[in-house]
Each structure stands twice: as C-alpha cells, then as structure tokens.
C-alpha cells in the first residue's frame, strides 16, 4: 500500500481519505448488517443484548427522566431499595454524549442508544487511524485498515452492547499517543487530560488501560536508545506524577466510587493461592480466526480477532529492517504478557481489578488487539523492500499456521470452516499485494481492492458472531399501559414501591419509572442481597430481586402495588385497583397490598439483637421477626401430608390462603409449578428464594416438578393470614408520619414523625450506606444496622422529629483533590508559559522546570528511523541543510573527488616544474656549444628542439597524455570544501588513468 507524505499544513483529500475510511466504514458496515437483520426503523427488531437488555436500557431510560424531572444524581429510590446513585452513575453512565439523552424522548432512547454504539464504534476507528498516523509520521492507507480491524475485532463483536466500555475503548489509542509524547518530549497535558477523561468516562475498563499504560511504559523505556540516569529518573518521575494527576482529575467520581465498592460483593473476593492457566497457547491464537464465535460467558476465552491480516502482517514488522531489535523484542515480551494475562488465573485475577468477572472474560484484550495492529502496521510499512520470496514464505507460514490449528484446537470452540474462510482471506490479500508489487495493479486499483476486501471480511465476521437482538414491539408493548397504572398507585402517596409478579428484568423500576425493590447492578449493595437471600427471596453478587417474596416481606419492604399479567384469585390480603392493555392487547392487572407497612415503624429496641438471621430456613428467619417485633405467632407454617415421589411434589390445598414451596437442594435449578391447571416456570432457585404458588383455594391441587436430573427435595408452607394481620397492627401502633422524601439536585432527605411509648427502635426499608446521616428533634443520631442491611435508629419515649440525610461518602473528599489537581496543573502550565518567556525559548519542554532542557531528547533517543527523520526535518527548517544519510553520503563523495583532484593538479604542478627545469636547460646547453652539423654520420636530421621530441613508449604501456605547456596552463583553482565540491569534468575512470600517466612521467 503506497505511503502518503506531506510537510505542508493544509492537507489533501487524498491524506484525509485514511482516516475518513477508516471512521465511516465501520459504521456503515454496521448500518448494514442492521439492516440485514430487520433493526429499526429497517424491521421490527431491536439491538438488544445481555445487559443492554437487562440493565443499561432501564438505566438509559431512568437518567433521561431523572434529567428532566430535576431529580437527584447522588442517590435513587427508584432502583432496588434505593441505591447510591454516584456509584452506578459513575460506572454506566458517565459519558458527556450520554447527558444528550435527556434531549431523547422515552420512545426512542432504544435508538438513541444503537446510535451511539455506532458512532462510538467510528469513532474507535478514527481515533486508531490518528494515533498511527501522529505516532509514525505518515498517511499511509495501512492506517485505516488497522482502524477498521480495530473498531470491527472480536472484541467489538462480543461487546459492542457494552455501551459504557465504549468511550475508554476510542479514547485509549489518543492516551498511548500522548504517553508517547510525554515520554519523548516531556509534554504532560495531553496524557494528563486524556487519561482523566477516560477514567472519567469508565473507571473500570480504565483500570486495565491504567495497568497496560505501566506496560506500555517500560516497553517503551526498553526500546530506546542509551540514556543517562537523570534522563530515566525524569521520564519515570513524570509518568508517575502526572498519571497520578490523571486520577486527580477523575477523582471526584473515583473516590465516592471506591467507597461505594466496599459494600458490594466485589469487595469480598480473596487473591488466588495456587497457580493454574485456562488453555494452551494454540488455542488462543485460534481465537484470531475470522467467524469465531464471541465468548460472554463464564468461559475465559478471550475474544482477539484482529482481522485475519494479523497473520501476514506481524511476520513482515519483524522482517523489518527499520524496526530496531531492541523494539521488537521489547514489543513481542509485551503481547507475550497480555497473553499471559488471558490464560493464567493470577493475572486473570489483577487485570479485572482484582476480582474475577462475572462472565464476559478478557476485558482487557482490546489493549492486546491495539499494540497488535501497532506492530502489523508497522509490517505493512516494510512491505516495498519484502523479496518475493520472503512474502511467499510468509504466506505458506500462516496458512500452515491455520491448518495447525484445525488438528490442534477443540472442535466445539473452532468450528472447521473458521480455518478455511480465514485461509481464502489471507490468500486474496496476498494476491492484492503480490499484484501491487508487480505492477500488474496500480496504487488505486490496490488500495480498492484491499479495502474492499477488509469490508467483506469484516462484515461477515460481525454479523456471524454479534448483533443478537429482539422483537422491539414486544419489548416496549407494556410502555403505555404501565405508564397509566402507575400514576393510579402512586397518587397523592408519599412513598410506595411497586413490583411486577413477572418480572422481565431486575430493572423494571428504573425502567417503567417507580420505586421497586429489586436491582441488577455491579454497584449492588451486597449486604441487602445477603438480607434477601436470608428471607427466602432471590440474591445474587451483582443482583437482589422480589423473586420469592411473601406477603410479610412486601409489607416489611413498603411494596404496596404488584403489578400482574393474570388475574389472581380474591383474597382479603390484596384487592384489585385497575387494569390496562397493552399495545399488543395483552391485559395487565394492578393489585394493591392491603396491609404494608409505612417507610418508617417502630420494633422493640432489642430485636435487632434477638432476631436470628441465622437461625436456619427462610421460614424460621421470618417467623423469628414476627415473634420478635410483634409476638404474635409464626406467619409460615410447614404443610404436612405432601407427597414426594421422584421429581415431583404434590399436595391438595386444605384450606384457603397463600401457599409457598422452598427448594432445599442446590442440585435443583429450574422447576415448573401448576395450580388447578396454571403452569408457572421459575429458574435459578438454588439461589434459595420461595416459589410463590399464590393465593390457592381449599381444594386445589398443586405440583412441583423439577426439570432437571435431581430427585425433588423441598418445603411445603402455608401462610397463616390471621397472625400476620394481628402482627401488622401491633407494628401500625407506631408509624412514622407525616413522611416526606426529598429526591432533588441539591436534596436527598426523608422526613417524618414518630410517637413511641418507650424506648424502641425506628426501622426503616432503606439499605444502609455510610453516606446516610440521621438527627432526631435536630440532634444527630446514630444509626444502627437491622437485620445487617436496613437503617434503623433508637428513639427514647415521646414524639421525635426525624430527618435522614444523603451524601455519597467521599464526594466532597473527591471535589477537593480534582480542584487541587486542577490548581496544580494550571501552575505547571503558568511556570512552563514564564519560563518560556524568560528563556526566549517557545520549544522549552518539561524538562526546563527541572532545570534542565532536554531539545531534541526524543530522536538522540529513540534509534528508530522515524524519529530520526522528525529531527533532521526540523534541523532542515531550521539550517536549510540537508544532513539526512543520503546527502552526508554524496558529501563524503564529494571530499573523495576533491581529494583526487588535488592530488592531480600537485602532480600536474610538479609535471611542469620538471619540464620548465628540462628547458631551461637545454638553453644553457644550446648557449654553452656550437650547432652541430645539419647531417650526422647516419644523415639523420637533428635540427628539431628536444623537447618537441615524443618519446616511444614500450610495448605494453600506453602513452601519458600530452602535457600542455606552462604559458597555456591556467592557473590551479582552490581545493573545494566538503559544502560545496566542484562539479567532476572527468569521469572517475578517466582521472584514475590520467594520474597513472603523470606518475609515469615523474618516473621517467
């Protein structure tokens, strides 16, 4: 592929042309495949995927509302119990493209999301293409096809729904470009300002692109030239400084955040003991393989398909002859580490900021496939000055190569025709580069050709492996509806929450927009999903739902509204409020709870010692807590007389009332529950959480039946209405009153009235987080901790004032060192701009803040062609002297000529000396004797002057040029300087006979 090259400022359209293909292709190879597969507005579907699906939608659609009600972005009452805002926000949606969302109508934020992937998806593209044309000084078209490989790889593929990865992915080619810049030319800001944004836009992926960037800097260090001590003391002192600074500028996010982790599951992970990898080598480089199917789920298979171009591109960097040793084996330790990193289970651990994912393995290996297509572009730069022959070995290498990997790797991971796609690929680029070389294809037609090719392959690849999606219509069907029966169980209520008895996702809160008790979120509180599993309802790491709740637990939660996609059966626990159609006519069903307890309620102040949250099965845990609070009787009770035969488990309903089944074998997974002929299936309940078999009538017959292999092992209980009833009144003898929740920009506060008798307890259905403060009647007041989980405060006998403030805990501390980054890098800048004045020098780097300046640092020190060529560019504007190897070469030519030509004229010069001396000799011989006789003895003629004589020459040796006369010689010209040598008049084989003769003659 040719190279494009231009000193001049203003750029061509040909110059432009790489880095515009290499942002538009990719989205419209997107586009494509969009419309392929029916996405709208091409078809019906949506781009819909794992958690785009479950929870960046909802969250998406929650931060829009939030926005344009003016609500709070420190904490949410409206995702799970209530959560801190800060934190979630911070790791899903903290991007300045995401705040346009609130300009989104609800109705398209499915859209507005698809359009962002794609655009995130270009911009990956452009930001690639740039940092390799800035970093190597060239517009050659190798840039966008690296661009493309990078936006479109197999990273790509397996997360382009991870919206939120996005920004650190387009961002992280510009950081290395200006660490690059640090390094060589000690310019701090732009590393400093890029790497805080990118920690900025997601701390977690930047936590992988922190650990590489340490990588990338002892690379590069290694692949340098010599340098001296205080050099490298400098360089080191700057990358630690100033990439210290970048997590100053994001710390007002990141320092709330890690607060925040140390309450979710995450904080709870051990470091690895013994060493163990995952598979061999081969099965990883298999992974390059074009239509490889993604992995996302709890395998540890990386997802590295870079283009299969990988295979002919890396063997040409290291033919490259430009590329120093030093470099390449510098680069090939750092791919050999991030290999490393995907098989070994202890590195696997610390790239993922120590803690094992939770599914979606590898998510560092998008910084793999950049210094991969680094070093490939750098291949396809060595590709004019490859033999033939070396690019045919290299072809019949890779493709023995591939066929390896057919025998070697596990057919389940590597489907067959993998292999041979991928061969046909590498043949058709090699062709294209062949036909190049031979002229037998122009540049144009070359890089169509090319590009055309990279287009086919990249497309098939991302629509085989990516783009999963769903029908949109279904999805956004209850939008409306929803919409409707919310706004009648909210009503003029201070506070209620609503759950579905369906759900769809954990998220539907933050979703349909009301206040639920269920989340899925890696900033879940882990303390009220360990309270959940212990009450019988579902609890996961990163998750807590409303699955397997009872109606003691909803009134305990403050859920006074389920929302049902069929009718239930009456009961006096629950009525029926209103009803509403979908958009697809499917009819939903808003029952409210007849008996919930208020946001606040009064226990006795020693029930957060007695309650037992050990004490055995979710039943006796609540039972514990009725008796406790209330002393009325237990409200779960053990069915006796159901039959157990096999996997399945049948019992007639004796009498009315709710009727809950618990699983107790882990061996159990997915089970199918049937109520006088309703089938209901119910999955993951080895997570411990109660089937809820309803409200049965005396009569009805109920089945448990376990799908999978395991005998059925589980609990029958019936739900005793009257002592739960009785236990609600005694717990309503006390209720906070009067309650307000403030939810606003400036405001997170819950304010009520409580009356006790004596001295209890107040407990509240908020999760606990340190950033949570309580005064009572003004005073502040310490909080205490029920069931391990929930906000609870003593109060003494009387009527209290109570106010429960929020502020996520480190917020300040984080707003206070982002200002003080902010202030100490304005003062680096202003020092820099007065120095500069004071030295008269616009160039002074860094370096002259240490005292020092370090002019031209990057290309003594860099030993690579490229940066050589940036210096002698710069020394040319300056000097108007071309010193590049070439010139310096013809200089030395030039000395060699003038040399010689001096040595002629001095032989020359003495040729005359000696012929003058031969003259004036024979007319001292002529005055001193007579003229002789006109004939001889012999009659020979002797009349003629000597010196008018030509001596024969022997036989053999050829005759010296003839010498002109000293009168007719012209005087010697100076001796040329090696600036500016004469023009050569002879040619060198000429001047070397001439002096031959001349040397004869002084013989002679």
Excluded at 75 to 86: E, R, S
Excluded at 182 to 194: A, G, H, K
Excluded at 935 to 950: C, N, S
Aim: proline share 4%; net charge negative; charged share 20%.
């Amino acid at each position: 592929m040719p190279t494009l090259r231009s000193n001049s400022r203003k750029k061509t359209f040909d110059q432009k042309l790489p880095l515009l293909l290499a942002f538009v292709l990719p989205i419209l190879i997107m586009i494509g495949i969009f419309a392929g597969k029916g996405l709208y507005p091409f078809g019906e579907n949506c781009f819909l995927r794992t958690d785009l699906y479950h929870q960046y939608v909802a969250f998406f659609e929650n931060l829009g509302e939030r926005m344009r009600a003016g609500k709070s972005l420190t904490y949410a009452f409206d995702i799970g119990l209530g959560t801190n805002y800060t934190a979630l926000f911070a790791y899903y949606l903290c991007s300045p493209l995401h705040f346009l969302t609130v300009l989104i109508p609800a109705s398209f934020v499915i859209e507005w999301i698809t359009f962002l992937i794609v655009l995130k998806i270009g911009l990956c593209g452009l930001s690639m293409a740039w940092m390799l044309s800035k970093k190597y000084n060239t517009r050659h078209y190798g840039i966008a096809f690296c661009g493309i490989c990078y936006a479109l790889s197999g990273y790509m593929a397996a997360y382009s729904w991870n919206i939120m990865w996005l920004d650190v992915l387009w961002l992280a080619p510009l950081v290395i470009l200006a660490l690059d810049k640090l390094i060589d030319e000690n310019r701090p800001f732009p590393y400093v300002i890029l790497l805080g944004a990118a920690i900025l836009c997601n701390y977690y992926i930047s936590i992988m692109l922190c650990i590489f960037l340490v990588l990338y800097f002892i690379t590069r260090m290694a692949s340098r030239g010599r340098m001296t001590v205080p050099q490298v003391l400098l360089k080191i002192f700057n990358f630690g400084l100033f990439s210290l600074l970048a997590g100053g500028l994001a710390a007002v996010l990141l320092i709330p955040c890690a607060y925040a982790l140390q309450i979710t599951a995450s904080a709870n992970t051990t470091f690895p003991q013994t060493v163990s990898n995952y598979f061999s080598f081969f099965e990883m480089l298999s992974r390059h393989l074009i239509t490889v199917e993604t992995e996302t789920g709890l395998d540890h298979w990386p997802n590295l398909y870079s283009g299969v171009g990988v295979f002919l591109f890396l063997p040409f960097y290291y033919m490259n002859k430009e590329v120093s040793y030093k470099e390449k084996i510098a680069y090939t330790v750092l791919l050999g580490v991030m290999l490393l990193g995907f098989n070994t289970n202890m590195l696997n651990y610390i790239w993922h900021g120590f803690h094992y994912p939770n599914s979606l393995p590898a998510r560092q290996s998008y910084l793999y496939t950049l210094i991969l297509l680094c070093m490939c572009f750098r291949g396809m730069l060595a590709m004019p000055k490859l033999t033939r022959g070396k690019l045919t070995g290299t072809v019949w290498g890779s493709i023995g190569t591939i066929l390896l990997i057919e025998v070697i790797a596990d057919k389940k991971e590597i489907a067959w025709y993998a292999c041979y796609i991928s061969i046909v690929f590498i043949g058709l680029y090699a062709l294209t580069i062949y036909l190049h070389f031979t002229n037998r294809l122009k540049r144009l037609g070359a890089v169509t050709m090319a590009t055309i090719l990279l287009v086919i392959e990249m497309a098939i690849n991302t629509a085989v492996t990516s783009v999963s999606y769903v029908d949109r219509e279904y999805f956004v069907q209850y939008d409306q509806s929803y919409d409707r029966l919310i706004e009648q169980a909210v009503g003029d209520s201070p506070f209620t929450r609503i759950e579905r008895s369906s759900i769809r996702t954990k998220n539907d809160g933050p979703y349909f927009g009301y206040n639920s008790a269920s989340i899925f979120s890696s900033t879940t509180n882990a303390n009220i999903s360990h309270l959940y599993t212990k009450l019988g309802m579902e609890g996961n790491i990163n998750a807590y739902s409303f699955n397997g709740s009872t109606v003691l637990t909803a009134s305990m939660l403050s859920v006074g509204y389920r929302i049902a996609e069929a009718q239930w059966p009456e009961s006096p626990l629950y009525t029926l409020v209103a009803t509403d159609t979908s958009t697809l006519g499917y009819k939903s069903y808003l029952y409210k709870y007849n008996y919930t307890l208020p946001l606040g309620f009064l226990v006795p102040d020693d029930t957060n010692e007695f309650w037992d949250m050990n004490i055995g099965t979710p039943a006796k845990v609540q039972n514990s807590f009725v008796n406790i609070a209330a002393n009325t009787g237990n409200v779960l009770e053990t069915v006796t007389g159901t039959k157990i035969s096999g996997k399945s488990l049948t019992y007639t309903a004796e009498k009315d009332g709710f009727y809950y089944c618990y699983i107790t074998s882990s061996a159990i997974s997915q089970v199918t529950a049937v109520v006088d002929g309703v089938t209901r299936y119910w999955d993951s309940v080895n997570r411990g959480y109660f089937i809820d078999l309803g409200w049965c009538k005396s009569g009805a017959q109920i089945s448990v039946n376990n799908s999978g292999d395991a005998n059925m092992s589980a609990i029958l209980y019936f739900f005793n209405a009257d002592n739960f009833i009785a236990a609600y009144n005694e717990l309503m003898k006390h209720p906070l009153t009067n309650i307000e929740v403030v939810n606003t920009l400036k405001t997170t506060e819950v304010r009520g009235e409580v009356t006790a008798d004596r001295r209890s307890t107040l407990l509240f259905s908020i999760p606990y987080e340190n950033g949570w403060h309580a005064t009572v009647d003004g005073k502040a007041a310490s909080i205490t901790l029920m069931g391990e989980a929930l906000i609870s405060l003593d109060v003494e006998a009387g009527t209290h004032r109570v106010v429960l403030s929020y502020e996520p805990e480190g917020l300040l501390l984080g707003a206070q060192v982002t200002l003080i980054t902010v202030c100490a890098l304005l003062l680096i800048a202003i020092a820099l701009l007065l120095l500069r004045a004071f030295l008269g020098d616009k160039k002074l780097s860094l370096a002259g803040l240490f005292g020092k300046k370090e002019a031209g640092s990057k290309e003594e020190e860099a030993g690579d062609e490229e940066n050589l060529r940036a210096r002698l560019s710069r020394i040319r504007k300056r000097d108007r002297v071309d010193l590049d190897r070439e010139k310096r070469d013809e200089i030395h030519r030039s000395n060699e000529r003038a040399a010689r030509h001096e040595e002629t004229r001095r032989l020359l010069e003495e040729t005359r000396a000696l012929e003058v001396q031969e003259v004036l000799k024979e007319e001292q011989l002529a005055q001193m004797y007579e003229p002789l006789p006109e004939e001889d003895l012999t009659g020979e003629t002797l009349g003629e002057p000597i010196r008018q004589q030509t001596p024969v020459p022997e036989a053999g040796v050829a005759a010296g040029p003839k010498v002109p006369s000293a009168e007719s010689q012209p005087p010697a010209a100076p001796a040329a300087d090696a600036a500016g040598a004469p023009e050569e008049t002879l040619s060198e084989d000429s001047l070397d006979e001439l002096m031959d003769g001349l040397r004869k003659d002084s013989g002679n």
